[in-house]
């Protein structure tokens, strides 16, 4: 297995059969667009650092916000796709 791939981001990165190769917070198996899907759906920064994901840092946390920023496309797609399978 390849190792991650190194991103414009401090915090963000993609490794070849870790979620589908999409981009996680390095160090973890936690998905971009888990975080995003969060905040889109009422958590707040400080809620999901407190209780969705204690082990991500507030910095995590905002990196995440600044790659949905250049990446809304992708990220958009997958947050639909995660959405749809949670209620079905």
Do not use: K, W
Not at 48 to 67: D, G, H, K, S
Not at 72 to 81: C, N, Q, S, T
């Amino acid at each position: 297995m390849n190792g991650p791939t190194e991103t414009a981001y401090r915090y963000i990165t993609r490794q070849p059969g870790v979620r589908g190769g999409h981009p996680i917070v390095a160090g973890t198996r936690i998905g971009v667009h888990d975080v995003i899907g969060l905040l889109q759906t009422g958590e707040t920064v400080d809620s999901i650092v407190a209780r969705c994901f204690p082990n991500l840092t507030r910095a995590q946390v905002y990196e995440c916000l600044a790659y949905y920023e250049d990446h809304r496309g992708e990220i958009d797609v997958l947050v639909a796709r995660q959405m749809a399978e949670s209620t079905s």
